[in-house]
């Protein structure tokens, strides 16, 4: 019987992001490829309704019972992804730069400062707040990034935008530390690029680090979307770590 695996996208996306790694899978594995709630195909999360990351990651889990699954996630896919593994046998998993800030300790005042700034500025009413977006976008790819993005890109996000804004509220509140990432004893695949922020190259060093079984590359030529910018790359690295352990 063919493996299956779960490949979750990150928040303000759909899973059309990881469409060219399913294919690919496809040919071995069972894939799970869904839009995660309010995203793609799902119905959008009404603006104003609060939302908990939890909400996504119990509706992840009712898709995986059964036989352990691989699981890979980018960003906000990636802590949903660490989030399914706790308390759960997995085959294995890869994430590129999950969110999984609560890892931060003590000596990483500087880098919870920083992740701080996320939550700047707080979506209006009609959930399409341009402050917030900006800010957003160009804290993880640089200043100026939400400018550069084309129109419809734009417009995509703003569609998004309160759900969008939920997620980092509610994650940025998850104190899940490195010792309960540590209880997972499946392989990780901790992937993430030197051109990102430096807190959250902090994230995934201590995440690595609290891992019993971890590896942790690094991408000297991409950002924090290098799933996206470097799809081939990044997807034929995960690949080859979902084969290693089948």
Do not use: C
């Amino acid at each position: 019987m063919r493996s299956r695996v779960l490949l979750v996208h990150s928040g303000g996306f759909t899973s059309r992001q990881w469409r060219r790694l399913g294919e690919d899978l496809a040919s071995d594995h069972e894939v799970l490829m869904p839009d995660l709630i309010g995203y793609g195909a799902q119905p959008r999360w009404r603006v104003g309704e609060p939302f908990h990351f939890k909400q996504d990651v119990d509706r992840l889990a009712t898709m995986i019972d059964g036989e352990p699954v691989h699981l890979v996630g980018h960003s906000y896919g990636g802590l949903l992804v660490m989030q399914l593994a706790l308390g759960r046998q997995v085959r294995s998993i890869a994430v590129y730069e999950p969110v999984t800030f609560g890892v931060l300790g003590e000596a990483d005042a500087d880098a919870r400062a920083e992740i701080g700034q996320l939550g700047r500025y707080v979506p209006d009413a009609s959930g399409v707040d341009e402050a917030w977006l900006r800010g957003f976008i160009d804290w993880w790819q640089g200043e100026g990034a939400w400018a550069r993005l084309p129109p419809e890109t734009q417009h995509a996000f703003r569609e998004v935008g309160w759900k969008l804004s939920e997620e980092v509220r509610t994650l940025g509140a998850n104190r899940t530390s490195a010792a309960q990432y540590a209880t997972i004893t499946a392989p990780v695949l901790v992937l993430g690029g030197t051109q990102s922020p430096p807190a959250e190259r902090r994230v995934i060093e201590r995440l690595a680090a609290a891992l019993p079984y971890a590896t942790l590359t690094l991408f000297p030529e991409m950002g924090h979307m290098g799933p996206i910018t470097h799809g081939a790359k990044v997807n034929a690295t995960i690949a080859a770590h979902v084969r290693l352990h089948n």
